[in-house]
Nanobody, 126 residues
Framework: QVQLVESGGGLVQAGGSLRLSCAAS????????MGWFRQAPGKEREFVAA????????YYADSVKGRFTISRDEAKNTMYLQMNSLTPEDTAVYYC???????????????????WGQGTQVTVSS
């Protein structure tokens, strides 16, 4: 059974940085697409970034491009989201997600992902 566990959230001042981690287990993820999503209060869950577990170019939402970096460590079965230059608009619960289907089809759609973590809160104060 696939399990995704996020960690690394917290409270940070505007302009600060955080690194989120997503520990993946229960499957060989070599062909999976791994993604980060976020959901702010009263808003829909939105795409943040995604990467193929086997490598290749990452994908980012326009709102985080140039500030966030997605990466993965195959040896540790862990995915990361390095977040720099944080703003209060980045405040949300951040979710790790995985899907068995490769490629970029519906990459930014939450419904296209098969597995989700429990989420980790990121709060950016002004």
């Amino acid at each position: 059974q696939v399990q995704l566990v996020e960690s690394g959230g917290g409270l940070v001042q505007a302009g600060g940085s955080l690194r989120l981690s997503c520990a993946a287990s229960g499957r060989t993820f070599s062909s999976y697409i791994m993604g980060w999503f976020r959901q702010a209060p009263g808003k829909e869950r939105e795409f943040v970034a995604a990467i193929s577990w086997s490598g290749g170019s990452p994908y980012y939402a326009d709102s985080v491009k140039g500030r966030f970096t997605i990466s993965r460590d195959e040896a540790k079965n862990t995915m990361y989201l390095q977040m720099n230059s944080l703003t209060p608009e980045d405040t949300a619960v951040y979710y790790c997600a995985a899907r068995e289907l490769g490629g970029i089809w519906r990459l930014k759609a939450p419904g296209a992902y098969d597995y989700w973590g429990q989420g980790t809160q990121v709060t950016v104060s002004s």
